[in-house]
């Protein structure tokens, strides 16, 4: 009895090894990747939306601190920063599924913040109290941290930035003073400042480093500047509140939001002009963000409580999506890069 027994688990043994070599089909398939989340920054609100990119949908909230303004990722990708500007404090989180990492306190009003291109230097916009602190980074496998190496008074209203491709400028709007000016990031002088257009707020390099973009939300266009000759070149007519950029990643062209008229203007970089317009959308079109196959824009409307999706080709509206209260910043990790 012991060895019929011993034989037909034998056998049986032997006939699923035999099943599983001559039909692989019956392994187990690998299990499906985690979804992607849309983190979306809901000033107003003190809180973070995630949104399943796949099915456009919302999958929760959670507190992030007072005022959360803007984000970006981390220089190794492994972490996206929050900046909470009443708050104070940055937040890290996992840029794939939204989840906390890690609060960094004493970061005094951080409202715009930014990565020199070589990495080196982390500087934020503290646009309440007219100043920009600029700190050495330190974002490796090991440690994450910010030192604090200056604090630049830049009366009045330090904005939005942009970097020369050399890392040695930075380039801060100064939304109540109408003026741009340029810091030397070794030395932490102001090196000049300059006039231009009304509450100046989103700032852009071209690709080939020789202009700067700027939105003119308190008018109705985008100023270039020639940031080595410090003179303005150009006005570029696009809708009222011209604000903030977001490039499509042809290394050519640039969407720029109008708050006030609710539109989204596309710019030539290279002959800097113009060339298409999307409207129709709810009021306050402000922050972007675009998929990697760059077909499908995701927009946040401060005045409407939404993030909306924008098919590219078409240049329409297709769908809304609930979120909080002035939702700002907003960021996927699968996206066209930022050229």
């Not at 507190?63 to 970006?72: N, Q």
């Not at 690709?207 to 973009?213: A, E, F, G, N, T």
């Amino acid at each position: 009895m012991i060895f019929k027994l011993f034989a037909r688990r034998f056998w049986m043994a032997f006939g699923l090894a035999a099943c599983a070599v001559a039909v692989p089909v019956l392994a187990a398939p690998p299990a499906p990747p985690a979804a992607e989340v849309v983190v979306v920054l809901n000033s107003g609100d003190a809180s973070v939306t995630l949104i399943d990119k796949a099915t456009q949908a919302p999958i929760g909230s959670y507190p992030g601190g007072k005022e959360p303004h803007h984000l970006m990722a981390t220089p190794d990708a492994r972490s996206l920063i929050v900046a909470n500007a009443v708050g104070n404090d940055l937040v890290l989180i996992d840029p794939l599924t939204g989840k906390m990492q890690q609060r960094m306190p004493q970061i005094d009003d951080p409202y715009q913040i930014g990565f020199s291109p070589d990495q080196k230097w982390f500087v934020s916009n503290a646009l309440r109290l007219d100043r920009v602190d600029i700190y050495r980074a330190t974002f490796d496998d090991k440690t994450r941290s910010l030192k604090l190496t200056a604090q630049v008074p830049l009366p009045k209203t330090p904005s939005h930035m942009a970097f020369s491709a050399d890392s040695r400028l930075v380039f801060i709007t100064l939304q109540d003073s109408n003026e741009i000016a340029a810091i030397d990031l070794a030395t932490h002088a102001v090196l000049w400042k300059m006039p231009v257009g009304n509450a100046p707020a989103g700032i852009w390099m071209t690709p080939d480093d020789k202009y700067l973009l700027v939105g003119m939300t308190g008018d109705d266009y985008v100023e270039v500047i020639d940031w080595r000759q410090r003179k303005s070149v150009k006005r570029i007519p696009s809708g009222k509140g011209a604000h903030n950029f977001r490039p499509l990643g042809d290394r050519r062209h640039v969407f720029v939001t109008n708050r006030v008229s609710s539109t989204i203007s596309i710019i030539d970089q290279v002959k800097l002009e113009k060339v298409g317009e999307i409207a129709g959308l709810p009021p306050g079109p402000d922050c972007m963000e675009l998929t990697a196959d760059g077909k499908q824009l995701w927009v946040t409307f401060r005045w409407a409580r939404k993030v909306g999706i924008i098919d590219v080709a078409s240049r329409k509206l297709i769908k809304t999506i609930p979120v909080g209260r002035s939702p700002h910043g907003i960021y996927f990790h699968t996206r066209a890069p930022l050229i």
